[in-house]
């Protein structure tokens, strides 16, 4: 079946470093591309999403950059901090048009940032 | 806002003993709930999804069911465990094209 996953499982960088994560999908077809964050013993938290109308979505300290053409994704985060170290999981769904099943997600492995103070 | 709440965060069950984890939410009206699993050092894998009181679709054969008696209450049960069955079980829900959100799972151990 599709898959979604990791290129690189850990990643390791200093404090104000920018991290960058990344993930290719399989699946031409998905519409809508999401980023977690779980940290131990916790579920994972949202952190962006991106449409596939779209290649490039900011948040706070955040950007997901999609490339439709090689079906990569990636997360960056600026000024990486102690709080950023995790474990980072990208999804991915096809969702359509007028779709509600945002829900039904494939998981990549995920990727474990640790920042180093 | 909405609160995801699951019980209990741990637990410790003998192989062929029956489980019943419930999730209820708040915040929120007729969400989709979403029960996933993720194995140790995996990613999170999809069980089952519910549109509404009494609709569940199962995502993956097993061991498991899954059951929705009420608008907020999403339950998944297990009459005989395995240990296979061992994993952080998360729900989730989401609701309008909103992003999933996800409550902070039950760790099952099945010995």
């Known amino acids: 079946g599709e898959n979604v996953g990791l290129h690189l499982p850990t990643l390791s960088v200093q404090e104000g470093d920018n991290s960058i994560i990344n993930c290719a999908y399989s699946n031409s077809a998905s519409d809508y591309f999401i980023w977690y964050k779980q940290e131990s013993g916790k579920g994972p938290q949202f952190i962006i999403d991106?449409?596939?109308?779209?290649d490039k979505r900011q948040g706070q300290r955040v950007t997901v950059l999609l490339n439709k053409t090689v079906k990569h994704l990636s997360l960056q985060i600026a000024a990486t901090q102690p709080g950023d170290s995790a474990v980072y999981f990208c999804?991915?769904?096809?969702?359509?048009?007028?779709?509600?099943?945002?829900?039904?997600?494939?998981f990549g492995q995920g990727t474990i940032l640790t920042v180093h103070p | 806002s909405q609160t995801i709440h699951q019980w209990p965060a741990t637990l410790v069950q003998p192989v062929g003993s029956p489980l019943s984890l419930e999730c209820t939410v708040e915040g929120t009206s007729n969400p989709n709930l979403y029960w996933y699993r993720q194995a140790a050092g995996r990613g999170l894998q999809l069980l089952f999804y519910?549109?509404?009181?009494?609709?569940i679709s199962s995502e993956v054969p097993q061991n498991l069911s899954a059951s929705r008696p009420q608008d907020r209450q999403f339950i998944l049960s297990s009459k005989k465990l395995l240990l296979s069955d061992s994993g952080f079980y998360l729900c989730a829900l989401d609701r309008d094209g909103s992003p999933l959100h996800f409550g902070n799972g039950t760790r099952l151990t099945v010995t």
């Open positions: 999804a991915e769904n096809r969702v359509g048009a007028g779709g509600t099943s945002y829900g039904k997600l494939t």
């Open positions: 991106i449409r596939s109308n779209m």
């Open positions: 519910s549109v509404g009181i009494g609709q």
